[in-house]
């Protein structure tokens, strides 16, 4: 494994040990709202800082770029980091939820870790290294029918322009596939595509902390990332 997605791997852990320990119990933990659908927990910050520390202590001439703290630092290598994807269903109790980081080097992803603490699996990147679900190589999925396809689907769950063509797309993929999927995790909902379970995933209105990790993710798996 290399040396920088060993450090991130390990900054998902220390992450994940945070968020299982407050998911014992749930009712007890803060939560804030952001924008509409869009929550924040005492758990997602107290995350977010765990790894930032643990990257930080490594490499601590790197910069940041972390959902709820914001960007911090200059330089060509950039950690880009989600403390939960998927925060609503962990407020709900959902175990589809993960921490999802990624360096990018002058831009461009290098490493990925998507780790949800709920299951243990872990999922891991390098550019030009392959995709490993738990250390076994990854694949997509070999489907080419689309009435065989399963579908994830995300948009913006607040108003939104050209919302009314997002339906119109989220009915046609309905009517054409074996179902869609919207699971409240975009990525997650990547890291299935790169491993088979979704035959693909269209989505809009998402983050660089959404994408940055499932992007490299399925690219590494043999999948193919294009704008809609």
Avoid at 60 to 75: F, N, R, T, V, Y
Wanted: with cysteine; charged share 20%; glycine share 10%.
């Amino acid at each position: 494994m290399h040396p920088m997605l060993n450090v991130a791997v390990k900054a998902a852990r220390a992450a994940g040990k945070i968020i299982n320990r407050a998911e014992l119990d749930i009712d007890q933990v803060r939560v804030g709202v952001k924008g509409p659908n869009d929550f924040v927990t005492e758990t997602d910050q107290a995350a977010e800082q765990a790894i930032i520390e643990t990257l930080k202590k490594a490499y601590p001439d790197h910069a940041i770029l972390a959902e709820e703290s914001g960007q911090s630092g200059s330089s060509d290598f950039e950690w880009v980091i989600d403390p939960i994807d998927g925060t609503a269903n962990f407020i709900h109790g959902l175990p589809h939820y993960a921490i999802a980081i990624a360096l990018r080097v002058k831009g461009q992803v290098q490493q990925a870790v998507v780790y949800n603490p709920a299951n243990n699996e872990l999922f891991t990147a390098s550019k030009g290294e392959g995709a490993y679900l738990n250390g076994k190589r990854m694949r997509v999925s070999k489907r080419i029918k689309p009435n065989e396809f399963l579908v994830g689907f995300a948009f913006p769950s607040g108003p939104a322009e050209g919302s009314a063509q997002v339906k119109k797309k989220m009915l046609a993929l309905t009517e054409s596939t074996a179902g869609i999927r919207k699971s409240g995790s975009a990525v997650l909902d990547l890291a299935y595509v790169a491993c088979g379970r979704l035959d693909g995933y269209l989505c809009y209105g998402l983050k660089p902390w959404d994408l940055a990790t499932g992007v490299l993710l399925v690219s590494e798996a043999g999948g193919l990332i294009t704008d809609p």
